[in-house]
């Protein structure tokens, strides 16, 4: 069984402080990973994509990948009321490349 | 450009009937994906197209589920005799680089068995 774990949280941040997010995967065999933003009641928006070894950084987020310890973290920096949402991880696996999700973390960034 | 598409986006329908859920992917996307969001499962792969090549159905949970892509574009995901167990979410996927693997969600369909 593919499995990837999240902490459910919930996650509270004070705004402008970095929130910290983490993942972790079973199949050794994914080559892809994908942080995902799912706001209440809407569907699952990408954030993130990280494919090889180490740190990716998008504007405020910054995605880490860690192949050898089966590791994905997503960092948000200057946190911000409107990140409060539930943040998906995702890795590929599969003959269908199909992505299996971790059940969530709920981040609340308090103003 | 326009985004994943879906209808309808809430359904009500009653226990035995059966329901067809549609998704219109990104133009252009040949890779589509159907997934299933619910209370206390997730977000649970259901079946997968690419391009003209036979599905990947290894996700479906019952027999009573059947998904269709007509000329490799929109998708028609049929649940037949619905169950109360089948209230979810459904959410259709779509990509278009195989090899990053990047899928983009429809705005998904609420489906309600009562």
């Known amino acids: 069984q593919k499995e990837v774990e999240q902490n459910s949280g919930p996650l509270s941040v004070p705004e402008g402080a970095i929130a910290s997010l983490n993942c972790t995967y079973s199949d050794r065999g994914s080559q892809s990973f994908f942080w995902y933003r799912q706001y209440s009641g809407k569907s699952p928006e990408l954030i993130m994509s990280?494919?090889?070894?180490g740190d990716k950084e998008d504007g405020r987020f910054t995605a880490q990948l860690n192949k050898a310890s089966q590791y994905v973290s997503l960092l948000i920096r200057d946190s911000q009321p409107s990140d409060s949402a539930t943040y998906l991880c995702?890795?590929?696996?599969?003959?269908?490349?199909?992505?299996?999700f971790g059940s969530g973390t709920q981040l609340t960034v308090l103003p | 450009g326009a985004g994943v598409s879906q209808s309808p986006s809430n359904k009500v329908t009653e226990k035995g009937k059966d329901v067809e859920l549609r998704c219109d992917p990104i133009s252009g996307h040949t890779a589509l994906y159907w997934y299933r969001q619910s209370l206390g499962q997730g977000l649970e792969f259901l079946i997968y197209?690419?391009?003209?090549?036979?599905?990947?159905k290894s996700g479906l949970p019952s027999d009573r589920f059947s998904a269709e892509r007509t000329g490799g574009s929109v998708s028609t995901l049929t649940i037949q005799r619905t169950q109360q167990e089948d209230s979810a979410v459904y959410l259709c996927?779509?990509?278009?680089?195989?090899?990053?693997?990047?899928?983009?969600f429809g705005p998904g369909t609420r489906l309600l068995v009562l």
């Open positions: 197209f690419q391009g003209n090549s036979a599905p990947d």
């Open positions: 996927a779509s990509s278009s680089d195989r090899v990053k693997e990047t899928q983009y």
């Open positions: 995702a890795a590929s696996s599969g003959s269908a490349r199909q992505l299996t």
């Open positions: 990280i494919y090889s070894n």
